[in-house]
């Protein structure tokens, strides 16, 4: 069974929405503009890694998908979270032996993959949490 959705979003849903939300516009913005504008954005990037820098932009549509299913309150809300923070680590093991390795990339990109996985686990382990509540109380 896989349980049904309580009838109220708590109040972590919604702080986690609008962090979402947020977090993805700022990296669309700030991953599009390296990735697409050949100008101060991608010089001052530095030694970016490109798979670390696709697989961001491109969550970044995922995190507003999330934060919409977040504050909608939806079991795919939930879910999605869960998946993004596990993606999100293994692109930052894939990181790690990148750097192991010898490749070039940027300190800021290790500060800001730290930060992502932290952000994510977070909101992951409410959600993980919600759902076992949820498969619980049936």
Same mark, same amino acid.
């Given at each position: 069974m896989m349980g049904h959705m309580p009838d109220k979003r708590p109040l972590w849903a919604s702080i986690a929405a609008v962090v979402a939300v947020v977090f993805g516009a700022m990296t669309l913005y700030s991953g599009g503009s390296v990735l697409f504008v050949d100008g101060e954005a991608r010089a001052a990037a530095g030694n970016y @890694?490109?798979?670390v820098l696709w697989f961001n932009f491109i969550a970044g549509f995922a995190y507003i998908l999330t934060g919409i299913g977040l504050f909608l309150w939806r079991l795919w809300g939930l879910l999605l979270a869960v998946s993004l923070a596990a993606v999100t680590l293994l692109v930052f093991a894939a990181f790690g032996l990148h750097i192991m390795i010898g490749? !070039?990339?940027?300190? =800021?990109? #290790?500060? !800001?993959?730290? #930060? =992502?996985? @932290? @952000?994510?686990? @977070?909101?992951a382990g409410f959600a993980a949490n919600t759902w076992k509540n949820m498969q619980k109380n049936g």
């Open positions: @890694v490109p798979f490749g !070039a990339y940027e300190t =800021r990109t #290790l500060g !800001a993959m730290t #930060l =992502r996985s @932290v @952000v994510w686990l @977070v909101i």
